[in-house]
């Protein structure tokens, strides 16, 4: 059973530089927009990190920047019935290590609404 509660985090995990994608990921977003996977590539998606393709960013008041798809003011995803694979595999296991880091520090600053941002030194 999950020890992470995702409807409490600010979303960290959206936040990671590289969230690599694959074609069948490019064609799931474009089917979600109505619109043709190479369109969905070009409007979704960049070459960085050395990665063929990783989502586009946009800014973010907590972590600086985070995914294009993700509502900075709900913290949610936007697209998730179509989020690419990887962000379905996330964390893998099940604890997730912000989140235990997360809950660590609101119970010990008595903040439950406290978020550990990318200025708090352990999430650079
Ligand atoms: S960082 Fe962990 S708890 Fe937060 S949204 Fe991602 S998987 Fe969920
Ligand atoms: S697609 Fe959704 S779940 Fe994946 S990183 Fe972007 S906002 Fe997060």
């Given at each position: 059973?999950?020890?992470?509660?995702?409807?409490?985090?600010p979303?960290?995990?959206?936040s990671?530089?590289?969230?690599?994608?694959?074609?069948?990921?490019?064609?799931r977003?474009g089917?979600?927009?109505?619109?043709?996977?190479?369109?969905?590539?070009?409007?979704?998606?960049?070459?960085?990190?050395?990665?063929?393709?990783?989502?586009?960013?946009?800014?973010?008041?907590?972590?600086?920047?985070?995914?294009?798809?993700?509502?900075?003011?709900?913290?949610?995803?936007?697209?998730?019935?179509?989020?690419p694979?990887?962000?379905?595999?996330?964390?893998?296991?099940?604890?997730?290590?912000?989140?235990?880091?997360?809950?660590?520090?609101?119970?010990?600053?008595?903040?439950?609404?406290y978020?550990?941002?990318?200025?708090?030194?352990?999430?650079?």
């Amino acid at each position: 059973m999950a020890k992470y509660d995702c409807m409490k985090c600010p979303g960290y995990c959206c936040s990671y530089p590289v969230i690599e994608i694959t074609g069948r990921d490019v064609a799931r977003l474009g089917r979600h927009f109505g619109i043709t996977a190479p369109e969905a590539q070009a409007k979704f998606t960049k070459k960085a990190h050395g990665r063929e393709r990783v989502l586009r960013r946009k800014d973010d008041p907590h972590f600086g920047r985070i995914c294009r798809f993700f509502d900075t003011e709900a913290r949610r995803c936007t697209v998730y019935k179509a989020r690419p694979g990887i962000c379905r595999q996330f964390p893998g296991e099940s604890r997730c290590g912000y989140y235990d880091f997360l809950k660590f520090e609101r119970e010990h600053q008595k903040d439950a609404d406290y978020v550990a941002t990318t200025d708090s030194g352990m999430f650079r």
